[in-house]
């Protein structure tokens, strides 16, 4: 089956409710259907298959790796032979599926990332600096990247190091098989033991806080895990059939740490912290142990890391060559810019083309027959939104003035104000000119499969209504200096002072951020940037330390199955931008309730047609109420070095995840007569964990 992604699913009239419409005061403009957005070709085909195709988990009748390791490390007795280090069933890679066919060993992958690694206590909460990084040394219970290429009535998240599962009659218990035999990079077996650390110790306990893990509500209220051998685990929840949660068994919230290395420094089982814990594996401590292709051994801070395949890895290809094909893999250390400029000048070997800024630069030098790397574009799925903190309950300890901005931002008035002063049309050439962006009122993206144009509200640019909505919302300028003030008793009467929180690892995110002070500025409010690194970012945000904040926008709008808690605050932690404060308690706005009893209920349908009617509910109700302001919406384009092989057609940059993950880099090869020398360990494997390097 061949298709093309469908970008913007056209749309009848508009449909908006009268209560809505009765709700419009003097001076202030209703919604409109929003434009059609500009014809853009993607060029991404995508062959959907079924799962089947893709792998299976059965044994071979016999195992192969590269010759240096047999020579060097198994005849050498430094390691037991390939066969004794796969588990009984491993995961066998179909080559139907390969688009190039079975691969061949050696050369290197080269990333280059914008982020720096904290440590490698990823379930602990660190970050390694994303740009795939983390997705290659985790395995997860499930998979969602590769999903794009399932054939959209199959779609159901891939096993992984759950090989298999099956329903209790009644729908309230989920009985997991864990691969069974499949071991850690240092030998040490994978077991339930490793997913029950993660549960027990790090998912629910209060004081570890996972950046963008597993939280209290991802698998639901009330649900609980056990395990009843060491490849057996049993999942019990409130709801029957609650099938979506599978999908947040996937990359990032359910990709247990090895626990014979992190428990021993747990505070439960350890006199540390939980901060010692935390940090209790920096970025210098090598080859940490992991269930992934590859392990870190090297590390030069602002410069690289460098990973070298994980001998244990539990994955093979049809002729039972063990994964992955590629020997080792860098992650130069600079800046997300340069990992466009590097990748297309072939001196870097990935990028996911996400910033606008790029956009021109990168066609004109990918367009020349002899240029290193290919460029391909997909639908628009890259967005950003403007996110008012709707936390009036103390999250993130807001002084008076803070307290007064949430006040305001929960006031739908205000909203709407914010809303009709962004000029999308002109915000999105500030990036780029040409097809590329296109208005997004918020909500689901118009290019994903969930979006229903007749259930979005836009509110067009009308600074004029804006300022009435304004006014509907209690401000006006008491002292005449351009700038509305709070209401006499409220923070001090003073000028309203509104800070946003960007990420300025990104130029775009600094782009937008700019573009929002200037365009807040005639409305009459003041905004204030606070402009700092990702990992600073990611910890305000999670601390609950903003007033607005720029933010890219994640799965969850552009699969909604993937990270679908997200959507909506369901549990405690689980929106981006409202949470619960000390006492736990969320202090939801009455159409935020209904788009939680959405959301949940989404979870818990099974049924294909009643979710979609479920999601055109959603994004009414987003919309409608401006729950957030989205800015603009674009496409990305997957970069790859042409010398590699096996790189699935039309991957989309981040649709059920990155393209880090939907490319299934354990499966991509270089060919030998186009690989190149850029092994910097050649011939060797991880040493001990926390050793120092590569062994010989
Ligand atoms: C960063 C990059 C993305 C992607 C992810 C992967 O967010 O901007 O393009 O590489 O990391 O986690
Ligand atoms: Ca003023």
């Known amino acids: 089956m061949m298709r093309t992604y469908a970008m913007a699913l056209g749309g009848a009239g508009l449909l908006l409710s009268a209560s809505v419409v009765a709700a419009f005061a003097a001076g202030t403009e209703k919604p409109t259907l929003p434009p059609d957005p500009p014809k853009f070709e993607a060029q991404g085909q995508v062959d959907y298959v079924s799962q089947a195709d893709i792998f299976e988990f059965k044994a071979l009748p016999d195992y192969h790796e590269p010759d240096w390791v047999t020579k060097n490390f198994v005849d050498a007795g430094k390691l037991p032979p390939v066969k004794d280090r796969l588990p009984k069933e491993p995961l066998v890679y179909k080559k139907?599926?390969?688009?190039?066919?079975?691969?061949?060993?050696?050369?290197?992958?080269?990333?280059?990332?914008?982020?720096?690694?904290?440590?490698?206590?990823?379930?602990?909460?660190?970050?390694q600096g994303w740009g795939g990084i983390d997705i290659g040394l985790s395995e997860c219970l499930t998979r969602s990247g590769p999903l794009f290429e399932i054939k959209p009535s199959e779609l159901q998240p891939l096993p992984n190091l759950a090989k298999s599962w099956e329903w209790s009659k009644d729908g309230h218990q989920l009985t997991m098989h864990l691969v069974e035999g499949a071991k850690w990079s240092d030998g040490v077996p994978f077991t339930s033991e490793d997913v029950m650390f993660y549960w027990n110790d790090n998912v629910n306990d209060p004081n570890v806080t996972p950046l963008n893990g597993a939280k209290p509500g991802t698998f639901g209220e009330g649900t609980t895990l056990e395990a009843k051998d060491d490849y057996t685990i049993v999942w019990t929840f409130k709801q029957p059939f609650a099938k979506q949660y599978l999908y947040q068994m996937a990359y990032g919230t359910f990709c247990p740490g090895p626990a014979h290395i992190l428990k021993p420094q747990h505070p439960k089982y350890s006199k540390n912290t939980y901060d010692q814990y935390k940090n209790a594996f920096p970025p210098e401590y090598m080859n940490i142990p992991t269930m992934g292709a590859w392990v870190p051994v090297e590390y030069r801070p602002d410069d690289i890391i460098v990973m070298r395949r994980?001998?244990?890895?539990?994955?093979?290809?049809?002729?039972?060559?063990?994964?992955?094909?590629?020997?080792?893999?860098?992650?130069?250390?600079?800046?997300?810019?340069?990992?466009?400029?590097?990748?297309?000048a072939g001196s870097g070997d990935f990028s996911n083309l996400e910033q606008p800024e790029s956009f021109v630069e990168a066609l004109k030098r990918s367009a020349n027959p002899a240029a290193p790397a290919r460029l391909e574009f997909g639908p628009r799925i890259i967005g950003y939104s403007l996110y008012p903190n709707l936390s009036a309950n103390g999250w993130g300890e807001p002084d008076e003035r803070g307290q007064a901005v949430r006040e305001l931002n929960r006031n739908e008035h205000f909203r709407k104000a914010i809303t009709e002063a962004v000029d999308r049309q002109r915000l999105g050439e500030s990036l780029v000119k040409g097809p590329f962006t296109t208005i997004y009122p918020g909500g689901l993206y118009s290019g994903t499969a969930y979006y229903d144009k007749a259930s979005t509200a836009y509110y067009p640019f009308n600074l004029e209504s804006a300022k009435a909505e304004l006014a509907e919302a209690g401000l006006k300028d008491t002292d005449g200096d351009g700038i509305v003030n709070f209401p006499a008793g409220t923070a001090g009467g003073?000028?309203?002072?509104?800070?946003?929180?960007?990420?300025?690892?990104?130029?775009?995110?600094?782009?937008?951020?700019?573009?929002?002070?200037?365009?807040?500025?005639p409305l009459g409010i003041r905004v204030i940037l606070n402009t700092v690194d990702g990992k600073q970012r990611d910890a305000l945000q999670q601390a609950g330390k903003f007033d607005w904040m720029v933010f890219r926008n994640q799965e969850e709008m552009t699969s909604v199955v993937q990270k679908t808690v997200n959507l909506a605050p369901v549990g405690p932690k689980t929106s981006w931008f409202h949470r619960a404060g000390k006492d736990d308690q969320l202090d939801l706005l009455p159409f935020e309730q209904e788009l939680v009893d959405v959301?949940?209920?989404?979870?818990?349908?099974?049924?294909?047609?009643?979710?979609?009617?479920?999601?055109?509910?959603?994004?009414?109700l987003y919309t409608e109420n401006v729950y957030g302001i989205g800015l603009t919406q674009y496409p990305g384009a997957l970069i790859i070095n042409k010398r590699f092989a096996n790189v699935p057609k039309g991957t989309p940059i981040n649709l059920f995840n990155w393209a880090e993950d939907s490319v299934i880099r354990e499966r991509m090869y270089v060919p030998t007569d186009k690989q190149g020398n850029y092994e910097l360990h050649a011939q060797t494997l991880p040493g001990a964990p926390g050793s120092a390097g590569p062994i010989k």
Not at 99 to 127: A, C, F, K, M, S
Not at 510 to 520: R, T
């Open 494 to 521: 003073k000028n309203v002072e509104v800070t946003l929180l960007v990420n300025g690892d990104y130029q775009t995110d600094k782009s937008l951020g700019d573009g929002i002070v200037a365009m807040m500025e």
């Open 310 to 344: 994980n001998p244990y890895y539990w994955k093979v290809d049809e002729a039972g060559n063990q994964l992955p094909y590629l020997n080792e893999m860098h992650y130069k250390l600079s800046t997300w810019a340069d990992r466009d400029v590097q990748a297309v």
């Open 599 to 620: 959301v949940n209920k989404f979870i818990n349908s099974g049924d294909g047609d009643e979710q979609r009617e479920l999601m055109k509910q959603y994004q009414k």
């Open 96 to 127: 139907g599926n390969m688009v190039d066919g079975l691969g061949v060993y050696g050369d290197t992958l080269r990333h280059v990332i914008g982020g720096r690694p904290e440590g490698w206590n990823y379930i602990g909460g660190q970050t």
